[in-house]
Each structure stands twice: as structure tokens, then as C-alpha cells.
């Protein structure tokens, strides 16, 4: 057995996330030490509770409720206790001592991390938090270190479990949020108070992370956007699913270009994501988190964000890295923030809306509902109407002549536009007379559109996309393979026939004058055809000229191209005798 260099781990913390990180550490500790190349050595725990219940059963005599001396004396401090205090002190005073820190705590580094970071350079320590933005997911040291050449221009994610399995519930069953709700508190998903989840603060502290990492500039926790998810209704989720769209609540830092230069924006809400992107494919109480660089292109990191024994595996990936670090010697590498990038507000974001209105139907509405976007600038994409049924409980005789022609529901969905324009226009829908009511606003997250059903037809159409129109020919000018190789040259003879035999249309392509009579395979063609690699004994099929014996049938000369397109693959020259005009497709045809 190797003799390692031993290194002291003090654990602060013994809950879902520590007791397994204690019971890794025991159990694993010689293949930990072959990675880390020293043995971590646990010296105790710090808990407010010696006889607490544990997840896991570890020896009591490894427990105290003496966090000062226990990290005074340690090499590595790992610190999963939560919250702000004491655990900023016992952070600082870590530090303070050389030791480097591990810790999972989001809330803490959104709000006193750059102090942390300071008080890590001033003694060359190194502060690793991998568990605190994403859970398992390995976002961090790929931001830090495997990205570090690169510029990140945008960062969208799934970073909340909680929010992730209500809304994938809802999507999936059409069940209310707080029947969800409900149920994710029975399982475990949510906790009995779930403000910090379902009203986005959590995800808002790991948004600040990710953004101060990505873009090199410090972000405070005040300047991130946030939106929760108690406003979504089950009505929002169909219609979500109607249009080709998912809601999930999204983490997005940005990199924006202004006329003043580069500036960043970090927010987080609730959004319509197109069901054709990755993010969409995130079920249950997943998270993930999509990277969008200018070399590396698009990346998707994918995975488990909570969990004990899923976030103990990040916890220890950092203590074998601070390891590393201790036996290599040298300062360790501190959070950079030479950008410091202004960070804007939401409203100097480009984005698109999808608005949902409840209105008088009658004459004129639409009409007045278009100006109060003009005027704003904003332009609508797309526009569905639906009748919105009459309350049941209503009488017929107290149904007026304005409630006999109903309440139409619109959809309305926008270009892009300025936030700010975007909001502004929603302000004013508010205020006209009329919208009864506007029923709900949701962004429109990722690059690829969503689809509109369109009524009477079949299939669906995106939005922004229109239709395009077929070429009438095989023909694309794609003949370089076949003419090189016989099996291509098969395969595309077979090609041709079969669509001409569908289309009855008679495609002819003429060889450039420069080649016409060129010889091809021991023998020229009489009149210029396109038939490589093989010797022509008599003229092309569709040159045959009508006789006594042989009438013209324009059939005849139809299956003649059929004939001619099995045997040489298009016949690249000459006009049909009953052709006028230049080579081209067969008028009438």
C-alpha cells in the first residue's frame, strides 16, 4: 500500500448532503486517496446536535459542536451547513487559516461571495462550490476551467428540481399547481415552506453564480430579474401545449451587444421553450443547463441537482481537486472579474411575448388592439381566436345583448421586440377598454420557434416560417457522384424514373456547348447527351423520330423518357420533337 501524505477534512454539517459525504469519505477513502494522491483523513463533524437522527450512521465520536477548533486545525474545510450565519464566519475563518473550502452553499456566495473570494486570495487558498450551482450536474469546473479559452455568449438552464417536476407534472398530467405542490412536499421534492423554490429565489441565487463566472463580472443578487411560477394555471399549460411550447422556469444570463458596448442580463422566469429544444426533454425533478459559446457552439450539461448522495458526488469531485492542489503546492486560482461587465435590466432585453386576452367579440376590437402595439413599435407574428364559453350558472334572461355575441379569447404572439416595448404594449392592453381581461404574459425562450395548428388543414406550420414550395425536378444538378460511380449512377436512374413516373413531367438538362460531342467511353454521342463512362451505339431514345410504321404518340415518347432515365440516368441533351423553344421542362407537362 502506498504511504500517502495525510490531509485533515473537517465537515461542517451533517445533514442529507453531509451524513453522505461523511459516509463516502469512510468507506472509499483508499481509492479517494489513489485520485487525490493523499489520504483525506475525516477529522470530525460540527453539528448543532450530537444526538440528532442521521440519514446515514456514522461513529459518534467523530461528532462536535466545537466547529472552531475543528477547523483551526484542518487542511480542507467543507462547509454544508447552509445559510448565511454562522456559516459565512466559519467560511471566512477557514480561510483565514490557509485551508481551502468546499462548500454547496448558493445563498451565501450570491450574496457575500465576493468577500469570500477576497478573503481566499489574501492567503492563496482556493474556494470550490461545483454542488452549489447545479446539484451533481458538473457545470462549474467546465465554466472555470474547460471553457476558459472561450467567450460564453449565453447561458439558459433548468437549475430548480422542485419547479422542474410541478411544472413537468402539470404539463404532462394536466393537474393544478397546488395539487402538485402538494404531492412534491409528500415526496420530498419541495420543502414544507417552498417560497425560496416555487417564487424563484433559488434559482435566482444560482443564476448570480453561474453569470459572475461565465461573463468574469461580479452580480449581485439584486440585479437578477426574478419571476415565480404560482401565477401558471393548468388553461396556461394547454395552451403552451397547443402552440407547440413547454413552460419551464429558466435561468438565463446573457451576453447583450448595445450601442454602448458590451453589458450582460440575468433573469429568471417562467417561459414557453419550444418542445423540439433540449430543454424541453427535462422531466421530473432533473435539471440542465445549455451553453451556448462562440468556438465550442452548443453545449447541454444534464443531470440529477439534488439529492444527497447525487450532490455529495460533486462535494467530493471539489475536496479530491483541493487535494490535488495541496500536494502540488502553490496559490490557489481566484474567481476573475477583470470584465466587469455593467449589467442591465430587463427591459434593454430582446425578446418575444406570447399575451393572452379575453375580449368583447365584436366589430372593431382587433382593429384597436393592433394600433396599441404599433404604437410601440411591436409587431404581431401570430393571432388565434377562440370563443370563450358563458358561466353556467348564468340565466338566460340576464343575458344582454353584449353577452349574447360572447367573450373571444385571443392568443396574440409577437416579433421580437424590447422588453421594455413589449411590457409597455402589455400596459396598455390593460388599460384599454377593450380587454376585459388579460389572462396571462409568458416569454418565448429558444432559438427554434414554436408551431401554430392551423384549422382545416393537416400537420402543423412554425411560426415565422412559411411554407416552401417544392422544386418540380429531381434535378438539382447533383451529378458529379453518379457520374463517377456506377451504383450512384443506378440509384439515381432509378430516382429519376420514379419521379417522373409520379410527377408526369420531362426534365431534360442540356450539357455545356463546350462538351457537346465530347468523347466519352470510346464514342461520341450525336447529340451531346450526358452518358459517362460507357460507349452510345445508337441515338438517344428521345430523338427517335415519328415514321409511317411508327406514328407520334405522345405516350409513347413519355415512356421513351421513362426508357431513358432507367438506362442512363437523364438524358442531358437534344429537344423532343414536339418542343419549341429553349431546353427546359416539357411545356404542358
Known sequence: MTDYRRLRVALLGAGAVGSQVADLLLRHGDELADRAGARLELAGIAVRDVDAPRDVDLPRELFTTDAESLITGADIVIELMGGIEPARSHILLGLGSGADVVTANKALLATHGPEVFEAADRVGASVYYEAAAAGAIPIIRPLR?????????????????????ILDRMDSEGADFADVLADAQRLGYAEADPTADVEAYDAAQKAAILASLAFHTTVPLEAVHREGITSITADMIEEARSAGFVIKLLAVCERLQESTGESISVRVYPALVPRSHPLAAVHGANNAVFVEAEAAGSLMFYGAGAGGVQTASAVLGDVVSAARRHMAGGTGVGESTRANLPIVSIGHVTTRYQITLEVADQPGVLATIAGLFSEGGVSVATLVQTAVAASADQDADQVTASDARGTARLIIGTHRAADSALSAAVDRLTASDVVENVVSVLRVEGNERGRHRRSGGHGA????????????SYHHGHRARHEREPRARIRHARACAEHLRHSHRIVVRRRPARDRGRRVGGGAHPHGCWKPRRPIDRPCLCRRRPSASRPADPRDQRRAAWTRARVIGGCGGGRHPDRQGPAGRRRGA
Not at 461 to 468: A, E, S
Open 145 to 165: 476551467d474547460s471553457l476558459a479559452g472561450d467567450r460564453v455568449v449565453r447561458i439558459s438552464g433548468i437549475v430548480n428540481g422542485t419547479t422542474n417536476y
Open 461 to 472: 406550420r412554425r411560426l415565422g416560417h412559411p411554407r416552401r414550395r417544392r422544386r418540380p
